[in-house]
């Protein structure tokens, strides 16, 4: 199994772009999360969806969008990047308790 | 919601040494508490997660302690090598399909 996967690794963007930051799973797992890391502050909740057609928000939502059209995938849309976006973005998916994550996706927003 | 602190944020020890790190949690129908570890340009990887009908669990060098009384959940890691260098992050969270709330995180770094 690949476990979960994220494309690209890297991406820079200019102000107002969009973009989707892509996230797969083959673990059959039903939840899926996307988080993101920025310096000395963890990682905070941006949405999650706990199952095909269902997304709730997380802590951080405004500026991103998701869907969930099947059970591996589970995309983050950016509508108009901002450099208060810049940052790492995680993705994760679960089934029970445990979280597994994705590599990663290192976001420049200049 | 949920709120998450974790001490100390930089923490450093002899290879050898014992490492501790503290956590505390506001929610008190969180039940989960998982411990992750983040290499650098790497996703976090669980180490090591507790639940709250458990006060202690043990894998070779590390444990974690739960006081769901006092909320605070700490990480343990017994005989400190140079591979445990690295970023630490707590995490609390309802189970399932609720996300984890993480604290900040703790960089150890063992001298040698």
């Known amino acids: 199994n690949a476990g979960v996967t994220q494309t690209p690794k890297f991406q820079v963007l200019k102000t107002g772009q969009s973009m989707t930051l892509q996230c797969a799973q083959d673990m059959n797992h039903e939840y899926m999360s996307w988080y993101r890391q920025d310096p000395g502050m963890g990682l905070r909740l941006i949405h999650y969806s706990v199952g095909a057609g269902i997304t709730d928000q997380g802590e951080v939502p405004n500026g991103y969008n998701v869907s969930r059209s099947t059970t591996e995938d589970f995309p983050l849309r950016l509508l108009s990047a901002a450099p208060s976006q810049t940052s790492v973005y995680f993705c994760?998916?679960?089934?029970?308790?445990?979280?597994?994550f994705g590599p990663g996706t290192r976001l420049t927003v200049t | 919601g949920e709120n998450v602190e974790q001490h100390p944020s930089t923490l450093s020890v002899q290879e050898g040494d014992s490492a501790v790190i503290k956590c505390t949690y506001s929610?008190?129908?969180?039940?989960?508490f998982p411990w992750y570890k983040q290499e650098l340009g790497k996703g976090p990887q669980l180490i090591i997660d507790i639940r709250s009908n458990v006060g202690e669990k043990k894998d070779q060098r590390i444990a974690v302690t739960l006081n769901k009384t006092a909320k605070h959940f700490s990480l343990h890691i017994t005989e400190t090598q140079p591979e445990d260098s690295a970023v630490y992050f707590c995490a609390a969270s309802g189970g399932g399909a609720d996300g984890l709330t993480f604290g900040k995180g703790t960089h150890l770094i063992i001298q040698p």
């Open positions: 929610d008190s129908a969180s039940n989960y």
């Open positions: 994760a998916s679960n089934q029970g308790y445990e979280q597994y």
